[in-house]
């Protein structure tokens, strides 16, 4: 550490700026507690110059693992310049840059140190505005899609709307190796929600994921957590299973392979153990016949040391015949070694016979399972052209679902303005009916001008809101009653009867507007809802069709292996003809492999014909759930018509015009 100081100390020099007393101390303190690792700036107000400093020093090792560059009011040139120096470092794991408000340039920095950094482990963004700006937070989801080795990221309060969701769940996507997401206190909404819940079907690393205080919906995150933490039974859970069901069979695919690799090794060492023996055995019998032949050779010899030792005959003669006697038993053993092998030989023949047969009738097994799949693959195109079909007949249904609703919405905006106009004629008429009586008032109560003044006032006040300032008006008319003439007080109640009467039409048509309002905002949401929905529903029919043709490309590979090592299997057979009965078992346990493969096939297309028939089940029920929903929507606009109508038909300003 202290060779780090003194390095950004002659940085600083070689620059021309004084390096900051701050820093310096940080790193003296850091210095005298070696074990720490950890390089913590954080509440350190750094400059352009010592973020270059640090930027030039971070490449390669640098002597600690963690870097806190917390609250440190860091500007965008200083934060590209210190993400640029940890682009080739290899030796810090975490990253901390929380509350240093982050922007565009901050995003584009971060999204290249997730592309060509291979040691950060974690990275701390909370506190910063990478949301705000769409550009630079897609390019940072770029990057995070792009790392195989970042493992928990914080994003808590950086304003990630629903559009920044979307970049980040096709991120999630691509990204293998992410295990914790924290995105609390941001404004995701129930778009981004679905779409971070969408992504965790193709995810198979991310642990938890964060995501309270974000106006998500309880469902949603509810779901989201069974992903991330326990498998359940929904489609996503379902995905998961699938997910984790295809590890374990590649897992066992992979045992099968090393096991059978390791049996045809050790068969192999057997048989050339097999043929080593055979080969020392044919060495001995030839040193035998050598031997034979040096006996000769001294029976030659022994002849012709007869002529000169004479007394020696006898004893030549003894050797002669046991030589002839060791000579016979040779022969013999070479006879019943050439029988035995002949013997062998037609063993060997009547096995490869069998072998042979067995093999044709094992090639006769994989013509017909191959005539099964191709049967399969026809009735798996069906079921394709079936989906198609469907899927266009429900795009379809979809258009002319949103052109009945816009002609719907349509219609209520008519409605609406009516109602608005009628509106404002009645206020328009009463107003004028209003002028009129006021004048006539003051034609009629000359006298009465101070108790006229505080009158216009409470009528003025009534007029603005308040049925409460309703009494100080009825005391202030009570003192009217007890000076003015009873024609005078027969009037006023009569103004006030109409005064309350508009009143209360007011608040009426009010209440209605809002009622309507109310009503076509709910069918929005409604809409939106159900085209969220069919979406999601298209989504998984495209992954199931994406799942079928894995499956169908799995089911051809291990075919084509199957058929592979059946022929490696013949030609051992052939080639080695003293491993019959292994090669039996050998047969017999690939067949069991190929009846249980099969068995899977059979069960995973079962599977998903079910699958498909449930989707199917749920979009005949979404359908007549959009029917229905029409036929409410035509009900509510005949209640609001027939409301309308009732309303205009029993308006006091027509009983008023009838009574005149």
Known sequence: MEEFRRAYARLCAAGGEAPQEAVLRRLRELGEAPGRGRLDLAAQSLSLETCGALGRLLPGAAPFAEVALGDCGLSEEG??????????????????????????????ALGKLLRQNKSIRSLILEWNSLGVWEEGFSFFCQGLGANKFLQRLDLRNNQINHHGAGELAMALKRNASLQELDLRWNNIGLLGGRALLNCLHSNKTLKRLELAGNNVP????????????????????QALDYNQDRQTILSETQNQACMLSKEILNLKDEKTKQFLDLMDTIDKQREEIARSGRLQMTEAA???????????????????????????RHFAELQQQQQEGADREGKLFRDLSACNEKNLL???????LEKKCKVQQDQLFQLKQDLTN??????????????????EKRRLKQSLEDMESLRLKEVDHMTQHMEASERSLQDRVQRLE????????ELSQVKAAALTERGLAEEELIKVRNQARL?????????????????ESRDEAQNCCLKQKQMVSEAQAKASQLSLHADGLRRRIEELQQDLNSKEQEKVTEVNKVKVELQEQIGHLQAERTAQEGL??????????????????????????????????KLRMKEADISRMREEEAQRANLLQNAIMAYVQGSPLRAHSSRK
């Open 79 to 108: 934060v590209k310049l210190l993400l640029h120096g940890l682009c080739s470092n290899t030796t810090v794991k975490s990253l901390d840059l929380k509350g240093n408000n982050l922007r565009t340039m901050g995003a584009e």
């Open 218 to 237: 309880s469902d949603i995150l509810k779901a989201v957590e069974t992903c991330a933490c326990s498998p359940a039974l929904s489609a996503s859970e």
């Open 302 to 328: 022994l002849a012709l040391s007869e002529q000169k030792v004479h007394n020696l005959g006898e004893l030549l003669s003894a050797m002669k015949q046991e030589q002839a006697n060791v000579v016979e």
């Open 362 to 368: 094992l090639r006769n097994q994989v013509d017909e």
């Open 390 to 407: 469907t899927t266009a007949e429900l795009k379809l249904r979809a258009v002319q679902a949103e052109e009945r609703l816009e002609m």
């Open 450 to 457: 101070a108790i006229r003044i505080a009158l216009e006032e």
């Open 487 to 503: 024609d005078e007080q027969q009037r006023l109640e009569h103004l006030e009867e109409k005064l309350r009467l508009m009143t």
């Open 584 to 617: 039996r078992e050998k047969i017999a346990a690939l067949e069991r492999q190929l009846k249980v493969l099969s068995s899977n096939h059979r069960e995973a297309l079962l599977d998903k014909e079910g699958e498909i028939s449930v989707l199917l089940e």
